[in-house]
């Protein structure tokens, strides 16, 4: 039996670091009129950040608390919920291990959507007549501390009210263009994206020749692409690493699947701003993730690239060919499940980050695997209905071009057609229709 893929959560618990998008607590007080309020402020606050994670079983140091404190329940924060906040949520609650088997709670809190979080009742009165933990028709955000704290100046309300108003033009785009199907067009982009794509697979090359001893497993491998066409400024370079942990976060109540598309890590493995001479603009910077050049003890062969205009390239190497796949020989399978859930995260991932480009109009991808030869069908969990199915060919390559709306309205239209070249080298091209994705994507959200 296979093991499972490794989660990003799971270095919330292994590698502690309490950041404005992560808040740790030592225990949350459910029982208690003040401990259920200061709860709401932080699920409130987080949502206002765009999503985050409250962790519990933490102490002020970071370390383990001891004794181990009693976790909450889905039902419990959602009667937290239903009480404290408006519009209410719809969090989650996951429970996870640390190596000495210590149990850790985390709720999974998502963005607000075209309408921020507020506090829609008090929290109680201590002696004094002062409200304690929350406070009505209050707005909380997360600030520098980090602290959920009330909402108080114009500079702080900005980037909330833009994150709002590209919640509401994606859902109002999504509906129109579902009625007035316009035709996509190929762009200058085309000539861009093919260099961006070209420089990032000569990188990934080269560090399988300095790092990695088996080569030929090694550059076995997919890699996905986009590009976001907009007509207005591109992202601030110092908010770039927010956005994508943003949008890592939102990506990961849709699609599940461990290490997430163009995760941020932390520390020494975190991504780093760098540039390439093979590019054309050779002065364009980008944020890069190379997992082949640390010592990460992922597993994974990532080497990832984002720009502040609305460029991504990923490439990874295929999962089955790592040790959580240990009964069966690298090089030998090849999961149609996984290859699914993939490009449908690639496709969700652009449509929520074209969100933050407030003029973007179309996406423009890319996908291409290799070392597809001598690999037979093999599903994750359970064999594949037509296992044993050869790949016809050793590489295949994809691409389709969607606009903002559509991304939004029929994603899996968009990955159907990614999807299928790949799909026909293995004789199932018929089956990976768009109804099965979306039949499909159920099992793909978070549990």
């Known amino acids: 039996m296979a093991e499972p893929p490794p989660d990003a959560l799971q270095s919330l618990i292994d590698d502690p670091n309490e950041t404005l998008g992560a808040e740790y607590k030592a225990e949350v007080e459910l029982a208690t009129p003040l401990g259920r309020a200061k709860l709401a402020r932080h699920l409130a606050a987080l949502a206002n950040h765009g999503g985050g994670y409250l962790i519990i079983g933490f102490n002020d140091e970071l370390k383990p608390q001891e004794p181990r404190p009693a976790l909450p329940t889905r039902d419990d924060v959602g009667r937290v919920v239903k009480r404290y906040l408006e519009p209410p949520l719809q969090c989650d609650v996951r429970t996870l291990r640390d190596a000495g088997q210590r149990t850790y709670g985390v709720i999974v809190v998502p963005a607000h959507g075209a309408t921020p979080v507020c506090a829609a009742a008090d929290g109680p009165q201590d002696a004094a007549g002062r409200v304690q933990g929350i406070t009505r028709g209050v707005h909380y955000i997360r600030k520098p501390g980090p602290e959920s704290a009330p909402l108080l100046t114009s500079q702080e309300w900005t980037p909330l009210i833009r994150r709002c108003a590209l919640a509401e033009r994606s859902s109002l785009l999504g509906a129109i263009e579902v009625a007035l199907r316009g035709s996509t067009q190929v762009t200058s982009l085309d000539a861009v994206l093919a260099s961006w794509i070209d420089a990032a697979s000569v990188a990934y090359s080269r560090g399988v020749e300095?790092?990695?001893?088996?080569?030929?497993?090694?550059?076995?491998?997919?890699?996905?692409?986009?590009?976001?066409?907009?007509?207005?400024?591109?992202?601030?370079?110092?908010?770039?690493?927010?956005?994508?942990?943003?949008?890592?976060?939102?990506?990961?109540?849709?699609?599940?699947?461990?290490?997430?598309?163009?995760?941020?890590?932390?520390?020494?493995?975190?991504?780093?701003?760098?540039?390439?001479?093979?590019?054309?603009?050779?002065?364009?910077?980008?944020?890069?993730?190379?997992?082949?050049?640390?010592?990460?003890?992922?597993?994974?062969?990532?080497?990832?690239?984002?720009?502040?205009?609305?460029?991504?390239?990923?490439?990874?190497?295929?999962?089955?060919?790592?040790?959580?796949?240990?009964?069966?020989?690298?090089?030998?399978?090849?999961?149609?499940?996984?290859?699914?859930?993939?490009?449908?995260?690639?496709?969700r991932h652009a449509s929520l980050f074209a969100r933050e480009f407030g003029e973007a109009t179309q996406v423009h991808f890319r996908c291409e695997w290799r070392g597809l030869q001598g690999r037979r069908l093999h599903d994750f969990h359970h064999p594949w209905m037509f296992s044993g199915h050869p790949a016809a060919e050793d590489a295949r390559r994809a691409r389709a071009s969607a606009t903002v709306g559509a991304l939004e309205a029929s994603w899996a239209d968009v990955a159907a057609e990614l999807a299928g070249p790949v799909a026909r080298a293995f004789g199932i091209g018929h089956l990976m229709t768009p109804a099965w994705f979306v039949g499909q994507s159920a099992a793909w959200l978070p549990r």
């Open 210 to 347: 300095a790092n990695l001893p088996d080569r030929r497993i090694a550059t076995a491998r997919f890699h996905f692409a986009y590009a976001i066409e907009t007509q207005g400024d591109p992202l601030k370079l110092s908010d770039l690493s927010g956005v994508l942990r943003r949008v890592a976060h939102e990506l990961d109540q849709q699609v599940h699947t461990g290490w997430g598309m163009f995760h941020v890590f932390d520390g020494p493995i975190g991504p780093r701003f760098k540039t390439d001479p093979r590019l054309d603009e050779g002065d364009l910077e980008f944020l890069e993730m190379n997992l082949l050049e640390q010592d990460s003890k992922v597993g994974m062969t990532d080497l990832w690239r984002v720009t502040a205009t609305g460029l991504a390239s990923l490439q990874r190497g295929y999962i089955e060919d790592t040790h959580w796949w240990k009964d069966i020989p690298p090089g030998q399978v090849f999961s149609p499940n996984q290859m699914a859930m993939s490009v449908t995260e690639l496709v």
